[in-house]
């Protein structure tokens, strides 16, 4: 039976009531205090109560009101752990057991119930013991494996699972930046905006945040996984290719051909990973951007909404709105603007714009336009191929797919069927591209005559042979 089968309709009753938030403490430190136990059984009743009362003694409950829990019992600070403890049995949060040797029940949580409470520690924990997320620990696990002599592909999994927390953790860092974003706009006066300021600091999010920036050493970690990724994606082709040739000499059905084979689909599984952290490590270098400029726009729209307050004034009450609704149910209303006309003096006729206003027209005119005769642009006659860089517009699984299909023996053959579609030509100099950059690495790199294939692509015969 699966565990959301066991679990009782009663047991949702915690969400519901009024005392939820006390509930979950006291769920909380049952659970703690359970864990630092050495009893074999669980806690008793009475250890359970005893936990209860001292986050009771702790808790600000006003117990001068009457105090009704959902099922009609009245509550005070003396009952209250006995009927708390009663409800979480009822309700299937605790398991009760008759424990013979202690002549007394017992109580312990079953395995659905303790899921639930692992839940409430961790949200009521600010510090989160979980590992804390940071490309230095992407960095550690990439390390590891390419020390590792096994090259066990769940360390790689486990770097693709760190990034994938990292980008989770950016995400809500953002979302959270926008909700300060919101709460500022609706400050109205000095003291809302230092509130603001000042929770925005002490969050979580801002301490990691601080580490992210500083402990972690982002960026350098960053260049470095980087760099990780694309040694370990070569050391792995590498090994893929000798396992390969092994292969070939091997008696097919035989142990050591399964194991080479199996040796083989490691390598493509690793690469497969490691270009997945390559993605993510991406997406995280343009989140922790994003958030920078956040961080950045926040501290501005801040300072301007203080240097908003300070020329306006804070919006409090419009007194004007309020002198014109007590005219308007006046019974002297006329007589009212009457005298408030003899008392203010005007010096002028009243003006929207006045020659004292800060506005002012702008007298100075427009330059006069004068036609001149369009110039033409002078093209330089040669080309410089070294400006020539051509767009990354494939993956590396992509081009090595290209390669693998036209290769032979270990030999790469250029003919006049390789090239069918603008997309292969494009493949093929990425090809030459790689061998040339890598030629030191003892591979022979042959050109022959022009090639045309029958779409109309001409291009070199291209031969890459391996030692």
């Keep these: 039976m699966s565990l959301i089968n066991r679990i009782p309709h009663e047991f949702y009753k915690l969400f519901t009531s009024k005392y939820t938030e006390y509930y979950m403490t006291f769920l909380v430190a049952i659970y703690d205090a359970m864990e630092q136990s050495y009893s074999v059984l669980g806690l008793t009743e009475k250890e359970c109560r005893a936990v209860m009362n001292e986050k009771i003694a702790a808790a600000a409950i006003l117990w001068d009101a009457e105090n009704y829990d959902e099922e009609g019992v009245f509550l005070t600070r003396s009952n209250m752990a006995s009927v708390c403890l009663k409800h979480f049995e009822d309700w299937g949060w605790l398991k009760q057991d008759y424990d013979e040797t202690l002549n007394s029940y017992v109580v312990t ?71 300060y974003f919101d709460e500022l706009s609706r400050q109205k006066d000095f003291k809302g905006i230092q ?51 092994e292969l070939t000499e091997l008696e097919p059905g035989t142990p050591a051909f399964v194991r080479c084979g199996r040796a083989i689909q490691l390598c493509d599984e690793a690469a497969d990973i490691m270009f997945r952290i390559e993605r993510q490590s991406d997406v995280i270098e343009r989140r922790y951007n994003k958030l920078i400029e956040q961080k950045t726009v926040f501290a501005g729209r801040a300072a301007a909404r203080i240097r908003y ?42 003006h929207l714009m006045s020659q004292g206003s800060l506005y002012s027209r702008k007298t100075s005119g427009r330059d006069e336009f004068v036609p001149r005769a369009l110039e033409q642009e002078t093209q330089n006659g040669t080309e410089e191929m070294d400006s020539f860089v051509l767009k990354p517009l494939y993956t590396h699984r992509e081009i090595e797919r290209f390669r693998k299909k036209n290769e032979k023996d270990g030999v790469f053959q250029v003919t006049k069927d390789t090239v069918r579609s603008v997309e292969d030509l494009e493949k093929l100099f990425f090809v030459w591209q790689e061998a040339t950059e890598s030629a030191q690495s003892g591979e022979e790199i042959e050109l022959g005559d022009e090639q045309e294939s029958s779409s109309g692509f001409r291009y070199s015969a291209l031969k890459i042979r391996g030692r």
């Design 195 to 245: 509130d603001v300021l000042v929770k925005e600091i002490n969050n979580s999010d801002s301490r990691k945040y601080a580490i992210l920036t500083t402990t972690d050493s982002f960026y350098r970690y960053k260049e470095a996984v980087k760099e990780l990724i694309v040694k370990n994606l070569d050391e792995n082709e590498v090994r893929r290719r000798k396992k390969e040739r």
């Design 309 to 350: 307050i300070m020329q306006e004034g804070a919006d409090g009450e419009d007194r004007t709105a309020v002198f014109v609704s007590l005219l308007s149910r006046s019974r002297k209303k006329e007589e009212m603007i009457g005298e408030l006309a003899e008392r203010t003096g005007m010096s002028s006729q009243y």
């Design 109 to 179: 949580f079953p395995e659905y119930s303790q899921m639930y409470v692992e839940l409430f520690a961790r949200l009521m924990d600010e510090s989160d013991s979980q590992e804390r997320e940071s490309v230095l620990a992407i960095y550690s696990h990439l390390y590891t494996y390419s020390v590792d002599t096994e090259k066990n592909n769940e360390i790689l999994k486990s770097a693709l699972n760190a990034s994938k927390r990292l980008v989770r953790m950016l995400v809500n860092m953002q979302d959270g930046m926008r909700e």
